[in-house]
């Protein structure tokens, strides 16, 4: 189904491809973290086709959880690339780090859940609702930690922040990252498909203020 994209993200994480935001594009946030080394990696990512989120998921989301969870614990690093499916099994039975057999199956199990996702009619809450299942199996027990948010377009993004950050009492650290008030970040994201550079630009900016 999506395995036509694998070179596609093997040329975005070499640096070979250029991911534009779209006004109606999937947003996904995440943040992988090695609590023992303080490595992470993290980024957001602007997806205009149903395939290209479930490629992204299958060929490089869930086996970089896997492969850090195991094998980038022994090393002391975050593992973050793509991986074919038979590939990622290979390399858990190939290191046979503690568990690895429990890992494995973690992992089949994932990716077929991922499947019948994809086979199904899209639906946003669906895999939303996967991603954040996985993110606290990982995350409650093991010494990685794993972030992973999904938003329906790029408003989105600027509607939750600013709630979130007004939920915990925070606002003005995000009027500081942004170096705008409250009411400009709105209107930022509420204009956004008005303002082509903006899109272009946003994600970039997202990163630089490390929200």
Not at 15 to 35: A, S
Not at 116 to 122: A, F, G, R, W
Not at 158 to 183: P, T, V
């Amino acid at each position: 189904m999506s395995e036509h994209l694998i070179n596609f993200w093997k040329k975005w994480i070499d640096g070979e491809e250029d991911i534009d935001v779209t006004e109606d594009g999937i947003i996904l946030k995440y943040c992988m973290i090695n609590k023992q080394s303080n490595d992470e990696v993290k980024d957001w990512v602007c997806f205009n086709s149903k395939d290209k989120l479930y490629s992204f998921i299958k060929y490089l989301l869930l086996p970089s959880i896997q492969l850090t969870r195991s094998i980038g614990i022994k090393e002391s690093q975050v593992y973050f690339d793509v991986c074919e499916y038979g590939e990622t099994i290979k390399l858990l039975e190939t290191f046979k780090i503690d568990s690895y057999e429990n890992y494995i199956e973690d992992y089949k199990k994932w990716f077929n859940e991922t499947e019948i996702l994809e086979k199904n009619e899209y639906f946003f809450g669906s895999i939303t609702n996967f991603i954040n299942k996985i993110c606290c199996e990982v995350t409650k027990t093991e010494d990685i930690f794993v972030e992973v948010q999904l938003f329906e377009n790029i408003k989105c993004v600027g509607n939750i922040i600013i709630k979130q950050y007004e939920d915990d009492n925070m606002l003005d650290i995000l009027e500081s990252k942004f170096e705008l008030s409250k009411d400009e970040i709105a209107d930022l994201f509420e204009s956004i498909d008005n303002n082509k550079f903006m899109l272009k630009k946003i994600l970039v900016l997202l990163n630089e203020r490390s929200i």
